[in-house]
């Protein structure tokens, strides 16, 4: 790749970024409209241009976030906003910023008066008696023409916020939350003891509760300043490149870093921000969040409260501030008010603590299908890890040490599971690859000037070279997808899970914006910008970009409802073609893809855990559609009763007791730093997380059907040597 300026890095220090105090300066605003302008035209991959339809476009998104609830703003405002939605590519040039000059001045005009209409509002108690609905999707809905409408908006925004909040107190009352420790174990919760309230102190207290709230919601966003308004301005036009490229002043600067290097004590969850809401999009392995199996993808948080202190609501929260609420010391408690896809809220005590990182390695056991004979390993990969500081520590080291346990224990197929994997290391995607099959390319990298790199396993060695089935589902995403591909292409394995992977086929590096020449006479911090600048392709041609990996076999897969594909992202690059490599197919065997199809598909038909699966998908598909939400009591409390009766019946805690799991003691010890005086507690600590193994081995359905997936494909292969013998 050709030289860059700023200098292109993966992973650079934030110390030079964190001592010094932003203070404005036009000079330095215009320099860095210059630079982010010249480095995405330069370096990303889309090679757009920013001219008047990228800043038409970026117009639309500077809007959502302002205001993406369509709460604040009324018609005649974003008519005067609008002068400007030709100027922002002549803005980021020039250092005018005239659009965010007066989108300061209309904003915090509308805070003012959105914050009068409170105090005029909650003077009195509101009714739950009437009929009143609510659209809850700012798609579906259009901005005001007038401060008359404005004001029924937000009598609508309070009655319903204070409502759930009436609600939350009952269910509080009702309800003991149980909090999962740092192990993952339920334990009671130690609350201090309260009397419990009467219905009309409960709707005293949510109604001054949620006053509180909105006071100190208005007086956050009131207090945002020029810096919020300009990041706001240059992530609009960098959202115009692609979803994954963003400007990051210092203090995002520091919290990507800090995920990077996955130094947090926290949850453990990607979040992200979804209209005026915080949403989950992914649960991190090994992670509080990920142990406790309470807190999902597409959950919204609505709250956070520290111990039993009073909550913090996060709406109209920027994501970098609501994850400071979350984070905290380790051992503390936090209490999340989260919303359910299916409209139920609930509350969810998590015990803060680092991400477990022997939670992330690979894991194997030997899993038997009931009355059969066919002995299939299972290999758990829940991340492509590699410490580049200690390279013996890898994936792809681990994975073959997994291998050589399974051979020894003679098995007769492989299940590998990158469910839920998310990626990482690209170079453990092509080493991994390589001890499936003797060599070859495994995966094509293009960048942003057409260059192409082929990514080839050079290794004859064959580490496994039996049948192989591989598991991926929604959360698959980046070096899963070039595993799974390159062995589906290679016919080397049969590809198993929901209608397709994520489909993140691309690569960001981070440009710090501190570096360059002209930088060091601000003495000033200028933050960075994470920019997309390659794309993969498989050995096919095909890019994993935006349509994923298509298994062979599709099974019903329960996170099917989550709308946080990379197809789902406004602006994520299109998939499309490059020339194929030439490579050599697997020719040991082949697999009968129709005839195992047919065989999954009868045993799915007949199995209820998948048809309690089916429809719970519908069920949720059809609640996501429900955008209108009623206000009145009655009428919410029977909703909420008829939600909490289906999340019951349709709950996934059956176990297949008839799938044996043996031999995995020795891998779930094989990264464990045992000091000779915690060999006890160590002992009890291990028994517990055995049974845990087991458990959730034999709730998972899917495993289950792989497991008989790999016993037909081991009973087929049988016959056809049988066959071939005679």
Known sequence: MKRLWPILILIVSINAFSQVKDVRDPRREKLIGNILKNALETYHYRGLK????????????????????????????????ETFQFTMDDEMVNGEYKLVEKGLVVLKKRIALAEAQRKELFKKQFDFSG?????????????????????ANWQAVFKQATLNKYLSLIDEQTVKPAVKDAKGKVTAKKMKAEKKLTDAEMRIKAHDSVSKRFQKIFERL??????????????????????????????????????????????GAVLQEDGSFIKVVQIVPGGPAWRGKQLEADDIILSVAQGAKESVDLT????????????????????????????SRKIISIIRDEIEVAASFAKSSVLQAKDSEVKVGYIQLPKFYRDFENSKINCTDDVRKEIERLKKAKVDAIVLDLRNNGGGALEDARLMSGLFIE?????????????????????????????????????????????????QDYGRAVVVGGDYSHGKGTVQAVLDLNRGPLVSIFGQTMGALKVTIQKFYRVTGASTQYKGITPDLILPDIFSYVESREKDLEYSLPWDQIAPKPFSKWTKFAYNLTDLKQKS????????????????????????????????????????????????ELKMEEEDKGLMVTNFEDSLKAHENIRPGDMKKW????????EDWIKSLRQDVVLGESVFIATDIVKSLKLKATAINR
């Open 50 to 81: 920013i001219n008047d339809e990228v800043s038409q476009k970026a117009f639309r998104e500077y809007l959502k976030k302002i205001d993406g609830s369509k709460q604040f703003l009324t018609k005649s405002d974003i008519k005067e906003l």
């Open 601 to 648: 598909a009868a045993r799915v038909k007949s199995n209820a855990r998948f048809t309690k699966i089916n429809k719970n998908i519908d069920y949720l598909n059809s609640k996501k559609k429900e955008t209108i939400v009623s206000l009145n009591l009655k009428k919410v409390q029977s909703e909420e009763a008829a939600t909490k009766k289906m999340a019951e």
């Open 683 to 690: 002992s009890k600590d291990f028994e517990q997380r055995k």
């Open 131 to 151: 009929n009143e609905t609510m659209e809850l999707d700012p798609e579906k809905k259009d901005w005001v023409n007038d401060d008359v409408k404005l004001k």
């Open 316 to 343: 109209d929260m920027k994501v970098d501030d609501a994850v400071r609420y979350i984070r905290g010391k380790k051992g503390s408690e936090v209490r999340l008010t989260i919303k359910k896809v299916d409209g």
């Open 439 to 487: 060599n070859g390319p495994i995966v094509q990298v293009k960048n942003h000037v057409g260059e192409i790199e082929v990514l080839a396993d050079d290794d004859s060695t064959v580490s496994y070279d039996g049948p192989l089935v591989i598991l991926q589902n929604r959360f698959s995403a980046s070096a899963s997808e070039i595993l799974a591909g390159a062995m």
């Open 222 to 267: 009131a207090s945002q300043d020029r810096e919020d308004q300009l990041e706001n301005f240059y992530n609009s036009i960098s959202t115009v490149f692609d979803p994954h490229t963003a400007y990051l002043p210092s203090k995002k600067k520091q919290d990507f870093d800090i995920d990077i290097t996955g130094k947090l004590e926290g949850i």
